[in-house]
């Protein structure tokens, strides 16, 4: 597609439950991330991938949180057993390669609002 | 002290106002981004930068490297211009991926 696609747009789920978040994003960039931004706070970084390496994961904020990105492409963020501060909005991007070569900006997803009840 | 600051926190103006949001950072970095989030969320990358600076219709951004400060300018301010702008640094003593964020500027364009 043309653009980083976000599903669901909005999940609304009881305590305790599992929940999936999906991110389709942009054909060919090889870099993805997750972000969270709760009521009020900034952008909090989750995930990253970048091609075929392993993820980096030291910013999932605990072992309930989970991601994996099948064939390169899309990617899935897992949250188990939710609880109510996990309710912020789930935002993915995606970028042609590595931030650090500064010519390739970021695509942002429309994002997930999780509500957790 | 955080390691991005971005002024003012909020700020109202009347259509057609030339306006200016800043952007002050203390670590070295290699690129600086402006970004732009709509009510519901959404999140539009506006601009990248490394030095000098860079037009896109009515938005300008500079930079200062000596000064470790950026400004994010809009002219002739529409309504739809209100949303929050975010300044966002990557920084070669960060993780490649891990930007550092600023708390953003809320902006209203009143008609």
């Known amino acids: 597609g043309a653009g980083v696609s976000q599903s669901p747009s909005n999940k609304v789920t009881e305590k305790g439950k599992d929940v999936e978040l999906r991110c389709d994003p942009i054909?060919?960039?090889?870099?993805l991330y997750w972000y969270r931004q709760s009521l009020g706070q900034g952008l909090e970084f989750l995930i990253y991938?970048?091609?075929?390496?392993?993820?980096?994961k030291s910013g999932l904020p605990s072992d309930r949180f989970s991601a994996e990105r099948t064939g390169g492409s899309v990617s899935t963020l897992t949250i188990q057993r939710t609880q109510q501060e996990d309710s912020a909005v789930y935002l993915c991007?995606?970028?042609?390669?590595?931030?650090?070569?500064?010519?390739?900006?970021?695509?942002f997803g429309s994002g997930t609002r999780l509500t957790v009840v | 002290k955080n390691e991005v600051e971005q002024s003012p926190q909020n700020l109202t103006a009347q259509e057609g106002e030339f306006i200016t949001i800043n952007c002050s950072y203390s670590?070295?970095?290699?690129?600086l981004h402006w970004l732009q989030q709509h009510p519901g969320g959404g999140i539009v990358s506006l601009f990248m930068?490394?030095?000098?600076?860079k037009k896109h219709g009515r938005l300008i951004a500079t930079i200062n490297i000596q000064e470790k400060h950026s400004s994010l300018h809009i002219t002739a301010s529409h309504p739809r211009d209100s949303a929050v702008y975010i300044c966002?640094?990557?920084?070669?003593?960060?993780?490649?991926?891990?930007?550092?964020w600023g708390a953003g500027t809320k902006l209203i364009i009143k008609p």
């Open positions: 991007a995606s970028s042609l390669g590595d931030i650090q070569n500064y010519n390739y900006g970021y695509t």
């Open positions: 054909s060919g960039h090889t870099a």
């Open positions: 991938f970048q091609g075929n390496s392993a993820p980096d």
């Open positions: 670590v070295g970095i290699s690129a």
């Open positions: 930068l490394s030095s000098g600076k």
């Open positions: 966002a640094v990557s920084s070669p003593m960060d993780s490649n991926y891990q930007l550092i």
